[in-house]
Each structure stands twice: as C-alpha cells, then as structure tokens.
C-alpha cells in the first residue's frame, strides 16, 4: 500500500488538508522545535550561500531557515506536492517572508536544479516517505557542493509505540499508520550504507527520542490526523480504527496514555 505523501496530488481536498495541518501542528511543536534547532546548530551558516529543503511540505522549516540566514542567501522549498507548495506560500506571504523565500514543484528524486547548487540541502521527514531513497540521496549529493552539508532528519518509525490498552490493537493500529502514511519506516536504520552508496560520509549524528506518559499533545494528534486516512485507504476496518482511537483519548484523559518514536538527525558530508 503506498504512503498517501507520494501521492498528495491524486487525493482529495480533505487528506490534503488533514495532512497540511499535521505538518504545520508537528512542526511547530515544542519538541519537534527543540529537535530541528539542535540539528541547526550544527550547520555552517556563515559560508551558506544558497540552500535547499527537500520535500518542504507546508514550508514550517523552510520558514525557520529565514531565522538562521541573512537576505543575502538563496532559500529554496521544493516540494513535489503543488496543493502543499500553495499552502507554503501563504503561510510564507502571512509571515512577511514572501521576498526571502522561493518555492517550487519538484521531485526530491530529480529536482532539475544544477549540480553543486546548494551549500546546505536540507531534507526533514522526507526520506522516510519517498519511494526510492537511494535516487533521493544521490540527488541531494548531487545539488550538493563539494564540502557541502546534506541535513537529514526523519522518524525512525519501526519504533513507533502506543502503550495504552490491548496490545494487539495497538499493534494492529500502528501499522496501518505506518502503511498509510510512511513509505520506509526502516530507512534511517540504514541510511549509513545508504549514503556510502551516494559518496557522502556520515559527519554528525543525533539521537532523539520523543515520548508522552499519562497525557499526549504529539502522538494524540497523530492518531486524530491519520485514522481517517487510514480507514480510506483500506488498512484497518472503521469500526476497529475508531473504538481504538477512542481508547486512547480515553487513556489520555485518565492519564495512562503512552507513546514514544526514536528520531535520527543524520549531518552528511559531500566530500571536496
């Protein structure tokens, strides 16, 4: 069963919408901030000139690059998703940055710009949805300069747990997440071989872990964003993704909700 994000274009206004306001609730979440801003640090900003997000979404990061960066460097969004390249823009133009930023349609697998483009490419929670990872590095190596950075950031989403109630529903429950809205849940665990292939070496690594015990703000919206999704695509029946999901909004009101998800930040070098 595909990753409804490969194919954003062919479904409808709804899943679109659900899926912008995912990105956006995700990306502005503390948690998520803390996680993108230490991978940032880490990035070499007074040599940058000219940088890329890949799979830019809604443009929640792309927006935040503005933070990092003066005018005077390029900041391009890219995004093969024309109806999340339109949000992009608007939620870009609301925020005053409409003449700092530039978007574009493009597949992060043949994105068409020149080689040695980029200074930085970023690339956050997008390899974990595309089809072909290899052809995604290889093109991010290829925007690259040589002695350029690649930033890739993503869930390892083979560790995404739920905790609370039947743990054959839990299970059953997850991977019809997992089918329906991540392509490569394994990716980031074998990115290191991946990116050899591509003639980048790993530069940087950082773990992180983001969990909620008792309440939930992060995995309740999750499960609120995807079961819909999910019941439409096929992966589980309506009756059983519904009573599950209330369950965990029950568990999450008595205070015995869990989940977790291991997320990997990946700095790749493209050698001189």
């Given amino acids: 069963m595909p990753d409804i994000y490969q194919s954003l274009d062919q479904q409808g206004e709804d899943t679109v919408r659900v899926v912008a ?19 940032f640090d880490r990035l070499d900003w007074a040599s940058c000139r000219r940088i ?28 093969l998703a024309a109806e999340l390249i339109k949000v992009a823009m608007e939620k870009t133009d609301a925020a005053g940055l409409a003449g700092r930023i530039r978007y574009e349609v493009a597949d992060s697998r043949n994105t068409g710009d020149g080689q040695g483009s980029f200074d930085i490419v970023i690339a956050h929670t997008v390899i974990s949805h595309v089809a072909d990872p290899t052809a995604m590095l290889e093109e991010a190596a290829r925007l690259t300069r040589p ?17 609370a109630g039947d743990p054959d529903a839990n299970a059953m429950a997850v991977d019809a997440i997992l089918q329906t809205v991540v392509g490569n849940p394994f990716v980031l665990r074998h990115l290191p071989f991946l990116a050899r292939q591509a003639g980048l070496e790993v530069s940087g690594f950082i773990p992180e872990l983001l969990a909620e015990a008792g309440q939930t703000s992060f995995f309740g919206n999750m499960i609120d964003a995807y079961v819909g999704p999910c019941i439409q695509a096929g992966a589980i029946d309506a009756e059983t993704a519904l009573k599950w999901a209330e369950g965990q909004k029950t568990a999450a009101r008595e205070g015995t909700f869990f989940g977790s998800c291991n997320y990997y930040t990946y700095l790749l070098r493209k050698p001189e």
């Avoid at 002695?147 to 905790?163: P, Q």
């Fill in 21 to 39: 306001d995912r990105l956006e609730f995700r990306g502005e979440m503390p948690d998520f901030v803390k996680m993108r801003e230490r991978y």
């Fill in 52 to 79: 890329v997000d890949l799979g830019c979404g809604t443009g929640v990061v792309t927006r935040a690059l503005a933070d990092r960066v003066g005018p005077e460097c390029d900041i391009v969004g890219s995004d």
């Fill in 147 to 163: 002695g350029g950075t690649i930033a890739i950031f993503d869930g390892d989403y083979a560790s995404l747990t739920i905790g």
